[in-house]
């Protein structure tokens, strides 16, 4: 009885092998499975001899004199490509996950209406940088691992890698818009709401959300339908009470948590009161845009990653 788990085990082992299929162009230049030129036979990693032979030779005939007279140099050439694709890997590999890492921490964290406002240049600037570096260390991994036309029309690999790059320069697109198309106009739209607003303004909860205290912008806030502005107090700097409640909302329900009451409001300036007809309204064109963009890279990112497992795993 206790050989049954290892007849299973090993019998789970041997019948879960599915044979794998050769996807590469050396696959397909050789006609061999993966397993001929690597050890693990899904592909990846260590070499067999044979494998080592092609990848010095590109050829699975025996080596003859000849052609070990010329081995140095070629492994020279060689050492010097392995290095420069193992270099681009790693960058493209760090790059994609900081830029994917960013667009799934604003969408999950921060929310896409954190940079409806208007993108932060910082933000900006890294986010260029990095499609500049995937986009050049992409290129040199294609260089080396598609050799031909047919190669990237009629094998999955090449028809999942021009998918992936087609997804990329979709999001290289919509980056570019946003930046130089929308952000321009989201700056204006937050430049607007930097000044204060006239006594007795009505303000929808977007119109009030400009006023958060930040970047040079008046600290408001509402109060059962009355709007405050905190701007000249200490106890609101950068656009946070207590660290707790930021300007720019409805902090009604809050007020029963604080160790003070109404009075300490009255003391501050009354600008305008909140709109009774809470219907929200239309946004803008540019702003609509920018929303569905950011879900749209959102989507991109998910469908890559899928790519990629794809290639590994299926």
Known sequence: ?????????????????IPANALEEYAQQTGKE???????????????????????????????????????????????SRVLRLVSG???????IFWFGTILYVHLVLKPAYASQGLPRG????????MAAMALTGGILTHYRITSSELLL??????????????????????????????????????????????GTSFTPEELAFFDGTQGRPAYFAHNGTVYDASASALWKGGTHAGRHPAGQDLTPFLGQAPHGEDRLL?????????????APARPFHVRAFFFMAYMNLAMVFSITLIVALWRWW
């Open 154 to 199: 009629h094998t999955r690999f090449g028809i999942l890698l021009l998918i992936k790059i087609s997804l990329f320069a979709i999001m290289v697109v919509s980056a570019l818009v946003a930046v130089f198309v929308i952000g321009p106009r989201l700056r204006a739209r937050r430049e607007e709401a930097a000044s204060p607003a006239p006594a």
């Open 1 to 17: 009885m206790r050989t049954m788990p290892f007849i299973l085990t090993i019998a789970f082992i041997v019948f879960s092998n």
């Open 90 to 96: 790693y960058i493209h590999l760090v790059v994609a």
């Open 267 to 279: 003391t501050l300036p009354r600008v305008g009161s909140i709109a009774q007809t809470p219907a």
């Open 34 to 80: 993966c397993g001929f030129c690597h050890l693990s036979r899904a592909g990846g990693g260590e070499l067999t001899a044979a494998g080592k032979r092609f990848e010095l030779h590109h050829s699975l005939a025996d080596v003859t004199p000849k052609t070990a007279e010329a081995a140095p140099e070629r492994t020279s050439s060689g050492a010097l």
């Open 123 to 130: 933000e900006v600037r890294v986010g260029l940088a990095s």
